[in-house]
RNA sequence: CGGUGAGUAGCGCAGCCUGGUAGCGCACCUGCCUUGGGAGCAGGGGGUCGCUGGUUCGAUUCCAGUCUCACCGACCA
């Protein structure tokens, strides 16, 4: 579907740019920075924004980008209500466990509601209510909408706000294969989109959260002021958040004769560090005790080799709790007897699980606190000496490591900046609200669902993030507020004027995306606010070029300048842009 | 919610320590001048100094409280 994006003519000077030279003070990242310099953006609140003329058309183009491939992937669009009433939050279960995101008040007769932060509830009930019959399926449906969520921290502009915009699409199949399909045919929706924009981008694998369900892939757009850390193996294809990422199987055992176990003196050797080089030993001869407790106060040991970091998430997981923290001083005193510093699992004074790391099964012989003030054990030998709960995966992998998934790779890090994220469902929602339909046998099945967003503010963000210099945006031309830009040196020059205007109506009647400068500004104000909004292409009309019949164009990506003849600007800069714009397939 | 810092003109800041009712740069308005990289000159408009209370003859300044915002941790498109 094509949304006209302009019905007026784009003169500059009657148009609603509103730059600004400086900096401003509260903007972190240079995408929010950007925007707000380039009169894309302004704040309203803490996290909500006004969509200003420049920055709505780019999001309406980045948004024609994802109807289109959603179109083309068979989702079907449809527009649910921001505002959803408690009962169908009350009746999945998230009413409760969803918390202070979500934003709740009451209407004149006291009954409840939510600013909807996402919209499984409802479309699941809307699909409750009309699908009766496997013959409907599959379906998927979705929405481009305004999605409220009251973060504990609204930062770095369009990129984490409490009020943004979202693309979010959920599939309706009768069984976990049929679901796969649709999976990855959004899967590769979405590879495409993020191509489309010119995007350097990475889908990894990733923890489900809150959203819940059995596996999900992020798109993950590279930028090193990315939230978020992704591993990808340099050799195969595997990546994934590195909440998610597996390490690798350590499967060498150590042969080393059993030595006795021994308490030695540490004093004020509280780290690991510290221990290791008292008693001039390797750091990965040690072992890490860590104590976390849950939201509903159990307690839980970690151990990990010395050098290595826990993955809190993959403990939190294991363990099946909903929230996890490090134990106060006072818990683990009452569990281990010690301080910390000198924690370890021998002589525990509570029976709580020890989660030990895998990488701990092949360390023989090790370095350990005693759970006593300045004491440590050597020579520690599992079996022997202790006992653990189970060998699980809770390290997080580092650069360098070996791939969990082929043999030869290393894994490297990024950053990242989550702009799409897909989940398989399967029927965690389906079940809750009981949406069912009869199979070809007239028995009635619970459905499988998909759940899939994109972040639209956030994806335009990111590309500005990623695509940008000293003077400013640098527009990758899919996601442009405008493909090219004529420009007009000096407004009271009649001769100028009227070839600037010409060439702007011409770009006009072949479907080019302009913008006519035709301020009364001195030239070095035009060129830098054209610079600062980011548009691909620029035409600069001046006196002197147009008395050997040129104007110039300068390509904002690359810097190059080139002189064209009046007759040939027109069709040259449209042909740039239709090369430019050529779909992958 | 915890930790840190900040609220003075549209934006960026100074003044506060050592109380006497506010200033600078940019932006804005008028005029002149200027027109290939945010020019120059002259004139001008705009502030209950976040809010509330206290101390004081007098508070932007000192004290207390409160609100808001930004940054660092858990959440997430």
Redesign the pocket.
Same mark, same amino acid.
């Given at each position: 579907m094509d949304v006209p994006l302009w019905g007026c003519l784009m003169f500059y000077s009657r148009y609603f740019i509103p730059?600004?030279?400086?900096t401003?003070?509260?903007a972190?990242v240079i995408s929010h920075q950007l925007m707000l310099?380039a009169g894309m953006i302004r704040?309203l609140?803490? $996290?909500i924004y006004n969509y200003l003329p420049l920055g709505l058309r780019s999001i309406r183009k980045f948004e024609n980008i994802v109807r289109e491939e959603m179109n083309k992937a068979d989702a079907i669009e449809m527009l649910m209500p921001s505002v959803q009433p408690a009962e169908l939050w009350q009746e999945s279960g998230r009413w409760a466990f969803y918390g202070k995101?979500l934003l709740r008040f009451k209407d004149r007769k006291d009954a409840e509601f939510c600013m909807g932060p996402?919209h499984e509830e409802v479309i699941t009930d809307m699909v409750r209510r009309e699908i009766k019959s496997y013959r409907q399926m599959p379906l998927n449906f979705y929405q481009i909408q305004t999605k409220f969520?009251d973060?504990?921290?609204?930062?770095?502009g369009?990129?984490?706000?409490r009020e943004?915009i979202?693309k979010d699409a959920y599939s309706f199949d009768v069984d976990s294969h049929a679901a796969d399909l649709s999976y990855n045919k959004m899967f590769n929706a979405y590879m495409r989109i993020f191509e489309r924009c010119g995007l350097n981008f990475r889908a990894v694998e990733a923890d489900t $959260?809150?959203?819940g369900g059995s596996s999900s892939h992020?798109f993950m757009v590279l930028a090193d002021s990315g939230?978020?850390a992704i591993v990808s193996c340099d050799a195969c294809r595997y990546a994934a958040n590195v909440e998610k990422a597996e390490s690798p199987l350590f499967s060498a055992v150590s042969s080393a004769t059993i030595e006795p176990l021994q308490k030695v003196l540490t004093p004020e050797m509280k780290t690991i560090a510290d221990v290791a080089s008292f008693l001039k030993i390797a750091v990965d001869k040690t072992i890490k005790t860590l104590v976390y407790v849950s939201d509903a106060g159990e307690l839980a040991m970690a151990l990990l080799r010395g050098d290595h970091e826990l993955n809190?998430?993959k403990l939190k997981n294991h363990l099946g709790w909903d929230?996890i923290q490090m134990a106060t001083e006072e818990q683990i005193l009452a569990c281990t007897g010690s301080p910390v510093g000198f924690l370890g699992p021998i002589g525990l004074k509570q029976d709580i699980p020890v989660i030990a790391d895998r990488v701990v099964q092949g360390m023989t012989n090790v370095v350990l606190g005693a759970n006593e003030v300045d004491q440590h054990y050597i020579n520690a030998n599992r079996g022997r000496d202790f006992e653990v709960s189970g060998f699980v995966d809770i390290r997080t992998v580092e650069a360098g490591d070996a791939c969990p998934r082929c043999d030869s790779g290393k894994l490297e890090m990024w950053r990242g900046i989550?702009?799409?994220?897909v989940f398989k469902l399967g029927t965690k929602y389906s079940k809750a609200l009981n949406a069912t339909y009869l199979d070809a046998n007239g028995r009635e099945q619970i459905v499988f669902m998909g759940c899939y $967003?994109?972040?639209i503010?956030?994806t335009v963000a990111a590309a500005i993030e990623q695509n940008h210099d000293e003077?400013g945006i640098i527009f990758p031309i899919a996601i442009a507020p405008f493909h090219c830009s004529v420009v007009a *040196?000096?407004? !009271?020059d009649a001769g100028v004027m009227a070839a600037a205007e010409e060439i702007y109506f011409c770009l006009e009647k072949l479907g080019v995306e302009v913008l006519f400068d035709d301020r009364?500004?001195?030239? $070095?104000?035009k060129?830098?606010?054209n610079?600062?909004i980011g548009i691909p292409l620029r035409i *600069? *009309?001046?006196? !002197?070029?147009l008395a050997e019949g040129k104007?110039?164009m300068?390509i904002r990506s690359t810097g190059e300048?080139k002189l064209l003849v009046l007759e040939e600007v027109a069709t040259t800069i449209k042909q740039l842009i239709d090369a430019a714009l050529v779909h992958p397939e």
């Open positions: 730059t600004i030279k400086e401003p003070s509260d972190e310099r704040k609140a803490s $996290g995101e996402t969520r973060e504990i921290r609204p930062r770095f369009l990129m984490r706000g943004f979202m $959260g809150s959203i992020e939230e978020d809190e998430l929230e989550e702009v799409g994220h $967003g994109i972040g503010g956030r003077n *040196v000096n407004t !009271k009364d500004e001195r030239p $070095g104000i060129f830098k606010d610079d600062l *600069v *009309v001046g006196s !002197k070029g104007v110039e300068k300048v």
